[in-house]
Every structure is written in C-alpha cells, then in structure tokens.
T-cell receptor, first 118, second 119 residues
Framework: NAGVTQTPKFQVLKTGQSMTLQCAQD?????MYWYRQDPGMGLRLIYY???????DKGEVPNGYNVSRLNKREFSLRLESAAPSQTSVYFC?????????????????FGPGTRLTVT | AQRVTQPEKLLSVFKGAPVELKCNYS??????LFWYVQYSRQRLQLLLR??SRESIKGFTADLNKGETSFHLKKPFAQEEDSAMYYC?????????????????????FGAGTRLAVHP
C-alpha cells in the first residue's frame, strides 16, 4: 500500500494564480483532511471530509476550496493564491477500527506539498 | 477551550542524555492523546498513542490527568531522534445548523518541539 500520496511535491505560484493540490489514499479510509503547517503554529486544519461527497470547514478555510469526488481522492484548490498561503500542505486520512469495533482516531499523513506564493 | 501546549520550541541535548518533551492539554472530557514525529522533510508519522501504553523507539509517554500532561520521555537520546515532535489531542468538533447537528473528530496539534541531539 502506498498509504497517502500527494502531488505535486513542490510548487511556486505568482499572486493571483490558481492551482489544485491532489491527495489520494488507498487504505479505504472514510475521513480525509487538509492541513497547513507553518513555523511556530503547528498544523492547522483547513478542510475536512467525513465521507465521499461531504466536506466541512476547519480552522482556516478562507481562500481554499475542496472536492471529495470519491472515497480515495480529496483535492484542495487555491482559486487566487496569496503570499499568506505560502506553507507546507499535508493531506491525511483516518479510518478503521481496532478490536471489538473501537474506532481509531490516529491520522495517516501524506508527504506534503511545499507551496511558495510570490 | 480545547488546546494543546508545547512550551518548548527547541530542546537541545547531547547524545545519551535523558529527554523530556513537554505537552499540556486542555479538554473537558476523557482525552485521547498522540505523539507524532516528523523527521527532516518527511511526513508526520504516528509515534505513539496513550491508550496503547506502548514504547516506540525507546520513547514513552504517560497521561497525567491531574496535571493535564502527556510528556514524551526517553532515557538516552540518540542522534537519529533529532526531529520535530508534535503532541495531538483528539477533539470532537460539533456544529449545529438550524435543527441539524453533526460533528466530526479532529486532532488538535501543539506548535511542536524541535529536538536536536548533538554527538
């Protein structure tokens, strides 16, 4: 299993440009997440998807949109990039149960996308 | 408010020295806590979870509900332990819109502590 994969690994955008970050998981997980990682701030949740076709805003959703078209893939779109969106973006997924049907809450992360907006 | 605090941005030790990375949390309810590790330019990896009471790579962490802490410890640090460490708390986020309510589980991360182990 590849786990959680993300593309691209690096991207440089000019202010106002748009792009979509792709994420896919092969663990048959229901929940998927998009985070941004900034120095001194840890990881902050941008958007969340509980299942195919559903999405919800996290802590910092402004300037982003997401799409969960199927169970495997969860994409993040920047419609008009701004320098404040320079960050490392991580996708994660969660799912499954431990013994006796107890749900697990740990998340599995992708390798990240390093985005610079000039 | 639900919050995770990692008071140290950087912890610098010599190889063989004991290590304690601090994590305090604020949560009303029964907490579930995790430690994640991120080696240089790699993805975050789950290091350990408190409910498993496990030891991974020599690291242990005990949940202290009285002190609301979940400190990560290792008796003898190794150079390969140098990494960024994040403490995370499972939180149930609820939302009510008109008559409908729903929620989802999310992880609240601390700001992280960079551990540097020198030879």
């Amino acid at each position: 299993n590849a786990g959680v994969t993300q593309t691209p690994k690096f991207q440089v955008l000019k202010t106002g440009q748009s792009m979509t970050l792709q994420c896919a998981q092969d663990m048959n997980h229901n929940s998927m997440y998009w985070y941004r990682q900034d120095p001194g701030m840890g990881l902050r949740l941008i958007y969340y998807s509980a299942s195919e076709g559903t999405t919800d805003k996290g802590e910092v959703p402004n300037g982003y949109n997401v799409s969960r078209l199927n169970k495997r893939e969860f994409s993040l779109r920047l419609e008009s990039a701004a320098p404040s969106q320079t960050s490392v973006y991580f996708c994660a997924s969660r799912g499954g149960v431990r013994g006796q049907g107890v749900p697990t809450y740990e998340q599995y992360f992708g390798p990240g996308t390093r985005l610079t907006v000039t | 408010a639900q919050r995770v605090t990692q008071p140290e941005k950087l912890l610098s030790v010599f190889k063989g020295a004991p290590v304690e990375l601090k994590c305090n949390y604020s949560y009303s309810g029964s907490p579930e806590l995790f430690w994640y590790v991120q080696y240089s330019r790699q993805r975050l990896q789950l290091l350990l979870r408190h409910i498993s009471r496990e030891s991974i790579k020599g690291f242990t962490a005990d949940l202290n509900k009285g002190e609301t802490s979940f400190h990560l410890k290792k008796p003898f640090a190794q150079e390969e332990d140098s990494a960024m460490y994040y403490c995370a708390l499972r939180s149930l986020f609820t939302r009510k819109i008109y008559m409908f309510s729903g929620g989802y589980n999310k992880l609240i991360f601390g700001a992280g502590t960079r551990l540097a182990v020198h030879p």
